[in-house]
């Protein structure tokens, strides 16, 4: 059945080390996956996406990789700062967007 | 350009009564999708709307039902609510002409608290 998931519910990160959140998805005829970023009392906001016929995609320090071999999605950040501190959720669209349970990101000092 | 507004921001019900939560669209979108926010939990869709018509449903109960306006806001409507049904109640709305899951601009939601 369609599904998506992440590996941790949370996941500690010192400031300034890189971030990698991971995500596995089951439902192969998914074509867009996209990473969103929840803030306490806000709705997602959109970082990233990715469409199905490419491996990796470059913003503004966030990588997303995407392994369709094995299903498995990945959002790397660079230099994490005290500001990325969130709920990061993983989303797939095939003919609507589902959502995985998140990961917290905290930032050690 | 203004954002996804929704309101009211929380509310309080209780069991047994009917809700009607309200969505506005960003400028230039045309599709309004809805979804349920359970705490700790990622968003669950319930429904969209284009054209003032549902377009797609999740696994939600009949008592879950919404309308579209011809300027592109939303409403959510639930009758009968369960203490199940506290969540925060997310609003996105999209442009269809790139593709109706694309382009997704989420409001703050709605809180709603049944008890």
């Known amino acids: 059945g369609e599904s998506v998931g992440l590996h941790l519910p949370t996941l500690s990160v010192q400031e300034g080390d890189n971030s990698i959140i991971n995500c596995a998805y089951s439902n192969s005829a998914s074509d867009y996956f996209i990473w969103y970023k929840q803030e306490s009392g806000k709705g997602p906001q959109f970082i990233i996406d990715i469409r199905s016929n490419m491996d990796k995609r470059q913003g503004q320090r966030v990588t997303v990789l995407l392994n369709k071999t094995v299903k498995h999605l990945s959002l790397q950040i660079a230099a994490t700062q005290p500001g990325d501190s969130a709920v990061y959720f993983c989303?797939?669209?095939?003919?609507?967007?589902?959502f995985g349970k998140g990961t917290r990101l905290h930032i050690l000092p | 350009e203004t954002g996804v507004t929704q309101s009211p921001t929380h509310l309080i019900k209780t069991r047994g009564q009917q809700v009607t939560l309200r969505c506005s669209s960003q400028s230039g979108h045309n599709t309004v999708s809805w979804y349920q926010q359970a705490l700790g939990q990622g968003p669950q869709f319930i429904f969209q709307?284009?054209?003032?018509?549902?377009?797609g449903r999740g696994n939600f109960p009949p008592r879950f039902s919404g309308l579209q306006f011809p300027n592109y806001s939303s409403e959510l409507n639930v009758n009968a609510l369960e203490l199940d049904d506290s969540a925060l109640y997310l609003c996105a709305s999209s442009p269809m002409e790139t593709g109706p899951n694309y382009g997704y601009t989420f409001g703050s939601g709605t809180r709603l608290t049944v008890v």
């Open positions: 709307y284009y054209r003032e018509e549902e377009n």
């Open positions: 989303a797939e669209s095939e003919n609507k967007i589902i």
